[in-house]
């Protein structure tokens, strides 16, 4: 069964603090892995799909990579706007998610 | 960037009555539309499957009569909720899945439907 465990659950940074979330999965099959940023009562809003171990992908603050076995989302000088829930999910048969990191940015 | 809507946003609506939610992909072609729910401080939970003129494919214990889902075209699929309950309310969440050629899938969400039955 496609499995994917995302940690922390809960991270809280200072401005500036720069921190790493990560997502470790089992799947059979992968056909892409996918970074999510969630804001409380919207949709999740696609940040990068990853297809092969190696990966990298950026975007302003963010950069996202990928092994065999894991992802990691970069988050390098946070500001407080990038305050969010992060899901990661795997793509094989169905789309997989995980539970989420939820990321707080202090000022 | 792809845009998938929902509409509508928010519904409230009375125990018994039947509630459609749209999904649409905007500018691009959806191979493969999935409908997913979400609870408070929860990751989303997919439902179903829905392939344009195929019977939707749904997750294990979720009720195919009760949650009925037509995907009309590349562009549209619809979610009725029939005969709501109060244990229906929940945040419903569509995404459509876009092929790029020589590179692979990508899948694009909605901004989710937030139910509400009283």
């Known amino acids: 069964e496609d499995q994917v465990t995302q940690s922390p659950e809960a991270l809280r940074l200072q401005e500036g603090e720069s921190s790493s979330l990560n997502c470790s999965y089992t799947v059979s099959g992968l056909r892409g892995l996918f970074w999510y940023r969630q804001d409380p009562g919207k949709g999740p809003e696609f940040l990068f799909t990853l297809y092969s171990a190696g990966e990298e992908k950026e975007k302003e603050r963010l950069k996202a990579t990928l092994t065999k076995k894991e992802s990691f989302l970069h988050i390098t000088a946070p500001k407080p706007e990038d305050s969010a829930t992060y899901l990661c999910?795997?793509?094989?048969?169905?789309?997989?998610f995980g539970k989420g990191t939820k990321l707080t940015v202090n000022p | 960037g792809a845009v998938v809507s929902q509409h509508p946003s928010r519904v409230i609506c009375k125990s018994g009555t039947s509630v459609k939610i749209e999904c649409r992909s905007l500018?691009?072609?959806?191979?493969?539309m999935f409908w997913y729910r979400q609870f408070p401080k929860q990751s989303l939970m997919l439902m179903a499957t829905?392939?344009?003129?195929?019977?939707?494919?749904?997750e294990q214990g979720v009720e195919k009569d009760k949650f009925l889902i037509n995907h009309a075209s590349l562009t549209l699929s619809t979610l009725t909720v029939t005969s709501a309950h109060p244990e229906d309310s929940s945040f419903y969440i569509c995404?459509?899945?876009?092929?790029?050629?020589?590179?692979?899938?990508?899948?694009?969400f909605g901004p989710g439907t937030r139910l509400t039955v009283l």
């Open positions: 829905s392939n344009e003129g195929s019977k939707a494919t749904y």
């Open positions: 999910a795997v793509l094989s048969e169905k789309l997989v």
């Open positions: 995404s459509a899945t876009r092929r790029l050629a020589g590179v692979g899938d990508t899948q694009y």
């Open positions: 500018d691009f072609q959806a191979t493969t």
